[in-house]
């Protein structure tokens, strides 16, 4: 039965990855524009590669998640920096505090794609005690960085009374192409990228619930994930 289980497991979780990237998603506008963003519970895939210029942003202003630290060096900061992070963390927590559900986040312009949904959930049903990240973007950025009103993605985690909790934000920094990018807690606001995805985006996440920890707030992947 366990074994039956795991390849369950398996199906469903390579057919939300087919759904995501065999066209459910759809590809950004131009960085600023108006467009709508891909919808997946990991970064948003990208059918085409970045050109040139855009890879060369991405690794001058990003890190590369695969190889930097999960946690920031919160002592590296000052201790300006370190009030500017809490003061972004805690205006953006206040701010999205009205869509810890799904449905409120709709309203509000954040589109989820509801086959992707379903089947994340069936797979996260099968996997119990992991982290199942949904991300969930906004149908029309407006094109501002860091705005703590109007994060570009909300991110989910998918609970085991079948409901998706409100856990964090990923923010982008498409508009600041190409100049550098907002960084106003330092080394604890990082920007990284994914190299094995296409490099189109830098992201930085802020995760809540962590009250006075910085580091986990502004980690690469939450516990778990």
Same mark, same amino acid.
């Given at each position: 039965?366990?074994?039956?289980?795991?390849?369950?497991?398996?199906?469903?979780?390579?057919?939300?990855?087919?759904? @995501?990237?065999?066209?459910?998603?759809?590809?950004?506008?131009?960085?600023?524009?108006?467009?709508?963003?891909?919808?997946?519970?990991?970064?948003?895939?990208?059918?085409?590669?970045?050109?040139?210029?855009?890879?060369?942003?991405?690794?001058?202003?990003?890190?590369?998640?695969?190889?930097?630290?999960?946690?920031?060096?919160?002592?590296?900061?000052?201790?300006?920096?370190?009030?500017?992070?809490?003061?972004?963390?805690?205006?953006?927590? @206040?701010?999205?505090?009205?869509?810890?559900?799904?449905?409120?986040?709709?309203?509000?312009?954040?589109?989820?794609?509801?086959?992707?949904?379903?089947?994340?959930?069936?797979?996260?049903?099968?996997?119990?005690?992991?982290?199942?990240?949904?991300?969930?973007?906004?149908?029309?950025?407006?094109?501002?960085?860091?705005?703590?009103?109007?994060?570009?993605?909300?991110?989910?985690?998918?609970?085991?009374?079948?409901?998706?909790?409100?856990?964090?934000?990923?923010?982008?920094?498409?508009?600041?192409?190409?100049?550098?990018?907002?960084?106003?807690?330092?080394?604890?606001?990082?920007?990284?990228?994914?190299?094995?995805?296409?490099?189109?985006?830098?992201?930085?996440?802020?995760?809540?619930?962590?009250?006075?920890?910085?580091?986990?707030?502004?980690?690469?992947?939450?516990?778990?994930?």
């Amino acid at each position: 039965m366990a074994r039956r289980l795991r390849i369950v497991a398996v199906v469903i979780g390579t057919a939300v990855f087919l759904v @995501a990237s065999a066209g459910c998603m759809t590809t950004p506008a131009a960085p600023g524009s108006p467009g709508i963003r891909a919808k997946t519970k990991m970064w948003p895939f990208k059918r085409n590669p970045a050109g040139p210029d855009m890879r060369a942003w991405v690794e001058k202003y990003g890190q590369n998640a695969l190889q930097m630290p999960n946690l920031p060096d919160v002592g590296a900061a000052t201790p300006q920096q370190r009030a500017a992070a809490t003061d972004l963390l805690v205006r953006t927590e @206040a701010a999205t505090a009205g869509w810890v559900d799904l449905a409120a986040a709709e309203k509000a312009g954040y589109r989820q794609n509801p086959a992707v949904t379903r089947l994340t959930e069936v797979y996260a049903s099968m996997v119990p005690g992991k982290m199942t990240m949904m991300h969930v973007a906004k149908d029309h950025p407006g094109g501002a960085v860091l705005d703590p009103n109007a994060p570009d993605m909300l991110m989910y985690d998918y609970e085991s009374d079948g409901a998706w909790k409100l856990v964090g934000v990923m923010f982008l920094a498409d508009g600041a192409y190409p100049g550098p990018p907002p960084t106003p807690g330092g080394p604890i606001t990082r920007w990284h990228y994914h190299p094995r995805m296409a490099m189109r985006h830098l992201g930085m996440h802020i995760f809540f619930g962590m009250g006075n920890d910085l580091a986990h707030a502004y980690a690469v992947n939450m516990d778990g994930m």
